[in-house]
């Protein structure tokens, strides 16, 4: 089918952004069609096969949310992307969910109109599933929904941020969704915000992952936002933090304009103690992978080494898991993996706090992350800082002796 007879279907309820919408569609060479409402869009669906729908999010009689959740369901061929000038971060995530392959915020550019109209056509034409597709190969209801997320972000250049705890690959989430992404082609470059020096603005072309983002300062914070904004279109930004979604979001020392910028996709890893149940599965589908890359028979886990890592606490997470199979991989006897194969010391990972004492040192790192960031966002300013956290002056100055803040 040539690009002259493609069809598609454009919902807004503004006659200047209908028609201007219309007349670049028509001069790419498809065939427009328009509809003001979600009512109208409706009745379009079911009297014409559309090889794609683009629709405004803020519609007279509903959301873009919803009819992406009506094409989803009834015209799972026809792939829908929403352009809004309305757009948040809630609106973009709950319109991803509900099936949209991407969520664009006006102005949009004649080339970024462009991509977005050849990504849909792409996904319009492959009604299957590429198998090439890359992912985690566990087999478990969180690694399968963890690789929905990635195949579905993997199809936009929408920002995205990947929360969870040291160890649970982050970064080799991000690499996956660039690696099924059309930019695999092209750089996958990481930048560890962690490190005493960095390069916070890296002349790349593809994907630029930010790791541990939460290290930045409001100065450097300033000059990302700036650095992302000027980026070219068909390169796409991913940040992984060590915090929780909730910290992330709520910490003063975060400039939310940067949150706004960033957290559009989100995917939060979960920890090897979240995932107790899984490890059964996890550990020997890890044991098979190490089988096939050493040309050698799997080892299997005696029921007393599993129940010695079901003890543990996993301070790594995934990556810690993965060194503790591969040595007793390694060292075993006859495939079999005992409880004296399992090592848990010296693996390079501190350990968790312990729970019941603790809890007053958990609460001090708090405060001191806190305080720190109120006072880097006022420039130092104590009396400021002490606006922003909501304490008095005095109780700010007692707390930064207390604590040895500098």
């Known amino acids: 089918m040539t690009a002259e007879q493609k069809k598609i279907l454009v919902v807004d309820d503004e006659p200047d952004i209908l028609q201007l919408l219309e007349i670049s569609l028509t001069r790419m060479g498809f065939k427009v069609y328009k509809a003001e409402n979600i009512g109208s869009a409706k009745y379009q669906l079911s009297k014409t096969s559309f090889h794609l729908c683009l629709s405004d999010f803020k519609l007279p009689d509903g959301t873009g949310s919803e009819l992406v959740e009506h094409v989803n369901h009834n015209y799972p ?9 309305f757009g948040t971060i809630n609106h973009a995530v709950e319109t991803l969910k509900k099936g949209a392959y991407d969520f664009i915020t006006k102005p949009i550019s004649l080339d970024t109109l462009r991509q977005l109209v050849i990504n849909g056509l792409q996904r319009h034409e492959t009604k299957e599933p590429e198998t090439s597709s890359e992912t ?15 195949l579905k972000y993997s199809e936009s250049y929408i920002p995205v941020i990947i929360f969870g705890k040291k160890g649970t690959w982050k970064k080799r989430i991000a690499s996956l969704i660039h690696k099924n992404s059309d930019l695999n082609h092209k750089d996958f470059t990481v930048v560890n915000c962690a490190n005493e020096t960095f390069d916070l603005t890296p002349e790349a072309s593809g994907t630029i992952v ?3 983002i939460e290290n930045l300062d409001p100065k450097e914070q300033s000059q990302l936002i700036k650095y992302i904004k000027t980026l070219p279109d068909d390169n796409r930004i991913i940040v992984t ?39 059964v599965e996890v550990s020997k589908t890890r044991l098979d992978q190490l089988a096939e890359d050493w040309n050698k028979l799997p080892c299997k886990i005696h029921p007393s080494a599993l129940t010695k890592l079901k003890n543990y606490e996993f301070p790594g997470n995934m990556k ?30 501190q350990p968790q706090l312990n729970k019941e ?14 305080i ?35």
């Open 320 to 349: 810690e898991l993965d060194l503790i199979l591969s040595k007793a991989a390694v060292n075993c006897q006859n495939q079999l993996i005992r409880e004296e194969d399992i090592q848990l010391e010296n693996t390079g990972f």
């Open 210 to 212: 930010y790791e541990n």
């Open 241 to 279: 933090s060590n915090w929780t979604e909730d910290e992330f979001m709520h910490s003063l020392g975060v400039k939310k304009s940067l949150i706004r910028l960033l957290s559009v996709a989100i995917i939060k890893t979960q920890s090897v103690l979240e995932l107790k149940e899984d490890l």
């Open 77 to 85: 061929n026809t792939p829908i992307a929403v352009i809004t000038a």
């Open 136 to 150: 985690i190969q566990i087999k478990t209801d969180y690694f399968d929904q963890l690789n929905q997320l990635i």
């Open 357 to 370: 004492m603790n809890l007053e040192k958990y609460i001090e790192d708090i405060e001191i992350r806190e």
């Open 372 to 406: 720190t960031n109120a006072l880097a966002k006022t420039n130092n300013n104590k009396t400021k800082a002490a606006d922003l956290l909501g304490i008095s002056f005095r109780a700010l100055r007692y707390k930064i002796k207390k604590l040895g803040i500098d």
